[in-house]
């Protein structure tokens, strides 16, 4: 069942430079229960897509649903009551200082009317849900950032809503906090069915945690599909670029040069595996099958929600001829094969 | 010695400070209540907030900056007339009144503004992601969140007040300011006028002390 749908949403903001195009003809259509993405570089217009969601921004042209509500057009009470069933936590988690943990979970349930016996009862399950016991009446001044974000968290999962929006949510966190921070999330959206959307400049959070992704540049959304498949086989420049990220580590093109003054004979190859073909061994047939030598620079494999992938890089070298047959061999094998350096 | 205190006129001082109190408490109350209604204004029709209207916003600001510009002493007399019409005589502590609370309210108004633009945009709009109406936002959002800001800048004013009430007492509005000019100036006792003066002291202390209790124990941040 489609959840949010998005069609041909245009946002254009006046400038002194003439008209600026922050979101340009976006359709996108995404499933109940579903974790995606939004990853591209400040000013990609990601920011702008998600505020139309729960209308903080309103489209310029198209139509924006969310949980049978139409958010582009809908005003006053109906707005408020939508957005009471479509969440969003920030990247600056957004409490209010002025109130305890408890107090500011409580804020959505005052606004949404629930009686003050309601309230506490919810606010406790809450509590519990988020991992916050023992820290209820700590104000945020005294909380850390990961306790913060679950507070805003637990707050916006306080009027059980359908859609949870994540505005950079894990930005400001440090990398370990922000593992803790996506596991809660995975773990409501398997609990709750809760539909998440989250928007990133990370690909670390999109491999981490979303179905499929949808990659923006310019306003647009240049490439979208299931996270594997684009980590597998990314199309635009950009995309490519996100995905080293995670998989290419900064010092692999050094170490690959260094290794190449080195041994200037034989091949520099990348290896890519998805899925079950990560188990097979590969590299021993290789070696009894063939009179080369094979050296491991550098290997990794992520996870993601819809399977693992994986990298290899290794250096090949012997007689003429031999190196071509080990290259086909491996692409016999359902392995990505690449060629990075020549000798 | 017994001549000394004699001089001091006790029973005038305690009904002086009586007046001066009475004064200050009275326009307190209402220069908070109507610079937190002006405050609000100023910031709510202010540019990219919840009831953007350039023209209110326009002449709110002008009306406040008038107000806030006149000379107390001067605005006093220039109320006579209005003061009359209200309070039906320009003598006594209530008819000092008027003239007090509209020389402070615009004043504390532009404290209320700052002290509102000082909140954190994305806490607004994340309680307007939640479904807050503007009610919600006002009372749950922005007071509470200002607090701290209202409560130093209400001291501030509430001093500024201790001191315009004395100049009101001047010219017939009674207080410590008229006791220290009728009884210690124009009698040459300059043992009324010093005790008027820490009689003042003490008032503007205690309010300073209350003050800063309050903003401290209102500051979670």
Redesign the interface.
């Known amino acids: 069942m489609t959840m949010i749908s998005i069609k041909k949403v245009q946002k254009i903001y006046p400038s002194q430079k003439g008209q600026v195009k922050a979101v340009d003809n976006v359709n996108l259509e995404i499933n109940e229960g579903e974790i995606f993405g939004v990853i591209g570089y400040s000013g990609a217009g990601k920011s702008t897509l998600i505020r139309m969601l729960n209308g903080l921004e309103l489209p310029t042209e198209g139509t924006v649903v969310v949980a049978n509500n139409e958010v582009s057009k809908i005003k006053g009470s109906k707005l408020r009551k939508a957005r009471q069933e479509i969440s969003m936590i920030f990247q600056h988690f957004n409490l209010l200082w002025s109130r305890t943990v408890r107090q500011n979970i409580s804020f959505p349930l005052e606004i949404a009317g629930v009686s003050k016996r309601e309230r506490a009862k919810r606010v406790d399950e809450l509590i519990k849900l988020v991992g916050l016991e023992g820290r209820e009446d700590a104000y945020p001044s005294q909380l850390s950032g990961g306790q913060k974000q679950r507070v805003g968290i637990a707050r916006a999962l306080a009027n059980n809503p359908k859609v949870l929006l994540c505005d950079e949510a894990t930005s400001a966190l440090d990398p370990q906090t922000t593992d803790a921070i996506l596991d809660l999330l995975v773990d409501i959206n398997r609990r709750l069915g809760l539909t998440i959307v989250l928007i990133t400049h990370e690909m670390h959070v999109i491999r981490k945690i979303c179905h499929r992704v949808a990659v923006m540049e310019d306003g647009k959304v240049v490439e979208m599909g299931p996270v594997l498949d684009v980590f597998k086989n990314p199309q635009e420049e950009i995309t490519k670029r996100f995905v080293q990220q995670v998989t290419e580590p900064e010092e692999t093109k050094e170490t690959t040069r260094h290794l190449h003054e080195k041994y200037p004979e034989g091949k520099v190859v990348q290896l890519s595996f998805v899925g079950e073909t990560a188990d097979q061994p590969l590299i021993t047939e290789l070696i009894r099958k063939h009179e080369i030598t094979v050296n491991i620079l550098q290997g990794k494999i992520s996870y993601t929600q819809n399977g693992s992938y994986g990298t290899l890089f290794i250096h090949l070298d012997g007689p003429k001829g031999e190196v071509e047959k080990a290259i086909a061999f491996i692409n016999t094998h359902q392995v990505g094969v690449e060629v990075i350096a020549n000798g | 010695m017994d001549n000394f205190l004699e001089l001091i006129k006790w029973e005038k001082l305690i009904l002086a400070m009586k007046e001066t109190i009475y004064m200050t408490s009275i326009s307190v109350i209402a220069t908070f209540l109507i610079g937190l209604l002006l405050g609000l204004l100023l910031f709510l029709t202010a540019k990219g907030n919840m009831w953007e209207n350039k023209l209110v916003n326009s002449i709110i600001s002008v009306i406040v900056n008038v107000f806030r510009s006149i000379p107390f002493i001067i605005l006093i007399v220039l109320l006579i007339p209005f003061t009359k019409i209200l309070v039906g005589t320009m003598l006594g502590a209530n008819a000092a009144l008027p003239a007090l609370i509209i020389g402070a309210a615009p004043f504390y108004a532009r404290m209320v503004e700052i002290a509102l633009r000082e909140i954190?945009r994305?806490?607004i709009?994340?309680?307007?992601?939640?479904?807050?109406?503007n009610g919600?936002v006002i009372f749950?959002?922005l007071i509470?969140?200002s607090?701290p800001a209202l409560i130093s800048g209400i001291t501030v004013t509430a001093i500024s007040l201790v001191g315009f009430t004395a100049m009101a007492g001047v010219i017939g509005a009674g207080g410590l300011g008229h006791f220290a000019y009728l009884e210690g100036f124009q009698r040459n006792n300059s043992i009324v006028t010093a005790t008027a003066t820490v009689a003042i002291l003490i008032i503007v202390f205690i309010i300073q002390f209350i003050g800063d209790y309050f903003t401290k124990i209102?500051d979670?941040?």
């Open positions: 954190d994305g806490v709009e994340a309680s307007q992601s939640m479904g807050a109406n919600h749950k959002v509470p969140e607090m209102t979670k941040r």
